[in-house]
């Protein structure tokens, strides 16, 4: 016997499964808990970025985001561009 | 590789009323963060109603798993989203990640208290509150994650040191 010609021993049931809820959400650390890695990293983190981005207002936050991310897109064309050129595959 | 145009998704997903809480890069940028990302990521709700909605509405943008090769037998429908739960996903509006649960958050209906009203782009959507996106970043421990939480955690206190709390 072929091995394409034998019947599957069971047929999967199709079914919903039951929602999982396996978080541990009660588990969580409240969101100033003091960390020393993090209290490292965040002596890096330019606030005044963030403290100017604070006078905006959300939506003027997006309209923002939106202006730079057509930048970083414009950037990313341009050196899939460059590489083009050059006969160098893509980067990951 | 496609340009992700996040005012279009949110403008989609607000459209077709898909019951869904923004998380990620874009929640963060709401709140303040000024980080780049390339995608959009929401919990959705995995009610039938929801999930019929999303089918319906993602499946014309040709929605398929970001990464994955061409041509997998892979269709978006209600019986794929029923049978999964996270999915990431490429579509001709960009790159999107529909979670139905997520580490620290929970499902929907979990998320559902700590997140906020807020209109980004022009549209009026839910978002989880800074203090839940951190919780979120903490739970993940992704080592990748560390900056981004340092951030989170120096933006909520300089929302506090504004007079403005991280939400509940």
């Not at chain 2, 649960?101 to 549209?123: I, K, R, W």
Request: aromatic share 6%; glycine share 10%.
């Amino acid at each position: 016997m072929e091995l394409h010609d034998r019947q599957a021993p069971h047929r999967v049931e199709e079914r919903e499964l039951p929602e999982p809820v396996r978080c541990g959400l009660e588990e969580l650390p409240p969101p100033d808990a003091f960390d020393p890695v993090i209290e490292a990293f965040k002596k890096d983190v330019d606030r005044t970025l963030l403290i100017e981005s604070l006078k905006r207002t959300p939506e003027q936050r997006s309209q923002r985001f939106l202006s730079f991310m057509g930048m970083a897109y414009e950037l990313r064309r341009a050196g899939e561009r460059s590489r083009a050129k050059a006969g160098t595959g893509p980067t990951q | 590789m496609t340009e992700t145009r996040f005012d279009q998704i949110l403008k989609l997903l607000n459209s077709g009323g898909i019951r869904c809480i923004v998380i990620g890069g874009v929640a963060a940028m709401g709140h303040g963060n000024t980080r780049a990302t390339f995608d959009v990521d929401v919990v959705y709700s995995r009610d039938r109603e929801n999930i019929r909605k999303l089918a319906d509405l993602l499946g014309p943008h040709h929605a398929y798993l970001r990464g994955a090769p061409e041509g997998l037998p892979f269709t978006w429908d209600e019986k794929t989203i029923r049978m999964g739960l996270n999915f990431t996903l490429t579509t001709d509006l960009g790159d999107l990640d529909l979670l139905g649960e997520v580490v620290g958050a929970g499902n929907y209906d979990q998320l559902l208290p700590h997140s906020e009203e807020m209109v980004l782009f022009g549209v009026p959507c839910r978002v989880a509150t800074l203090d839940r996106l951190i919780q979120m970043k903490r739970a993940a421990g992704r080592p990748k994650d560390m900056l981004v939480l340092a951030e989170l955690q120096a933006l909520a206190e300089e929302r506090r040191n504004r007079g403005g709390g991280g939400g509940s």
